[in-house]
């Protein structure tokens, strides 16, 4: 359990010798916003380094605040670039044409973050007929990684660093309602919230038993002091309480990319808490439900 002193220092000395590229799904605001920074401030500007949001005007903002990258690498000739997709996260056939756009465009990935979706205080169904909270909280970040795995596993047969790392609450314990996985008739608050944590467990370890050489994390940010605590009027009137208990999102995000520096964690699956302390899954996440739950996921998420 690394102090924030430490896990700090051991950012700091992350310096790789080629120029990585790094993906961050939901970078335009919290902790997402604040990992982009920081990564851009340690490596320099020397990373190629995509947002992807639906707010252009904030990921402007935060592009043009990092280190200018050079045009071109000095050693490689790979130019370098710093820029913004955006995506409607809540619609999976628009992540499905981000994905195609990116597998087309970029030669690798070596980081692949993503912290879309909040709180959800009430049901809403897309057009798709999936919860939009389960949409963005699960649905949409395992068909980001499971069809930009191509390019983490090109980043890694060129033996460099290839992780993922989808951000909420790691090794929860929650319990699965096998009978309503996608919560049709059971949404309620409680159920979504602690649903959709259980289902990240379960897509990282179907993909990290599935692709054994690329590092697949599910990290919980600790409570943060985002937007997403300004949702519903109730959380406004506690969060002056809450406030000195809060994490800012920088120590937060200085935490979650200790374990995509760091070459302690290279590859396999890692549950771990906001100290980064390795979690491991509970007795219930048996193999009749992590076989069912990937089973709606490939039908729900309209996996390949």
Known sequence: MPSLTEVKASNAQYAPSYVPTAVFIGGTSGVGAAMASIYARQTKGRANIIIIGRNKAA?????????????????????????????????????????????????????????????ATHRVVTEEGLDVSLVLRYYARAKFIDELI???????????????????????????????????????????????????????????ERHPDIAFVHMYPGAVDTPALRIHWALNLVLPLAKPFLLTPEDSAQSLLYPLLSPEFSKGGYWLSKKADKLALADNITDEVVQKVWDNTVEHAQLQ
């Open 59 to 119: 990921a402007d903002k935060i592009i043009s605040a990092f280190p200018a990258p050079p045009t071109v690498a000095e050693s490689s000739g790979v130019v370098i670039k710093h820029e913004f997709i955006e995506c409607d996260a809540s619609v999976l056939k628009n992540v499905h044409k981000t994905t195609l756009e990116l597998l087309t465009r970029l030669e690798k990935i070596n980081l692949l973050v993503i912290s879309i979706g909040g709180l």
């Open 150 to 208: 191509p390019l983490l596993s090109k980043a890694r047969a060129a033996g460099e660093d290839a992780k993922a790392m989808t951000i909420l609450m790691a090794a929860s314990g929650g319990n699965v309602n096998l009978q309503d996985i996608s919560l049709d008739s059971t949404w309620g608050f409680v159920s979504a919230n602690t649903a959709s944590a259980v289902y990240n467990d379960i897509m990282v370890k179907v993909q990290s």
